[in-house]
C-alpha cells in the first residue's frame, strides 16, 4: 500500500470564505499516482471546515445566512469563548456544523464523486495562514 500527503496553505483576505479546492485536491491525488483508495481531506484548524457540496452561488450566500442565523458574528459578547482575547466563538461552532474532514472514493486514478459533488474549504476566521491536510492511501 501507498500512501500520500501534501498540505494546502490558504490565506483568505475576508473573516469568511467558501474556496472550492477540488482542482487542487485532483493534482495532487495525479502526483500520488496512486488509483485505488481513499482520500483524506482536512481542515487543520478548529476555526475552518471541509465539506462537499454543490458549487452554485446562490448556495454558497444561502450557507453563509444560514450560518449566520445559528452562530452569529456579533454581538462578541455574547459568547463565553470571547470573554478573553478570543473573538472567534461564532467561528468554531460554524467549523462544528460544516464538519472537519471529507473521505472520498479513488477509483481509477479519480476523485468517485456522485453528481456535483465538489469538495470546498470553508474559512470562518480568517485573515491569516491556515492548511488543509490531504491524505491519500491506496495502491
Ligand atoms: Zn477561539
Redesign the pocket.
Known amino acids: 500500500m501507498k500512501s500520500y500527503r501534501k498540505e494546502l496553505w490558504f490565506e483568505t483576505p475576508t473573516r469568511r470564505q467558501l474556496i472550492n479546492i477540488t482542482p487542487k485536491v485532483e493534482e495532487i491525488l495525479k502526483e500520488s499516482k496512486i488509483k485505488e483508495g481513499l482520500c483524506l481531506v482536512n481542515a487543520m484548524h478548529i ?1 475552518a471546515s471541509v465539506f462537499i457540496n454543490d458549487d452554485e452561488s446562490g448556495l454558497h450566500k444561502d450557507f453563509e445566512n444560514w450560518l449566520e442565523k445559528l452562530a452569529p458574528e456579533k454581538p462578541y459578547s455574547q459568547y463565553r ?1 470571547n470573554d478573553g482575547f ?1 473573538d ?2 461564532d467561528a ?1 461552532l460554524k467549523r462544528t456544523i460544516m464538519g472537519r474532514e471529507v473521505v472520498i472514493s479513488v477509483t481509477e486514478g479519480k476523485l468517485d464523486f456522485g453528481p456535483w459533488e465538489q469538495i470546498f474549504y470553508g474559512e470562518f476566521d480568517g485573515k491569516r495562514r491556515k492548511r488543509v491536510l490531504v491524505k491519500i492511501v491506496g495502491e
Do not use: L, P
Open positions: 476555526t469563548h478570543e472567534n466563538a468554531h
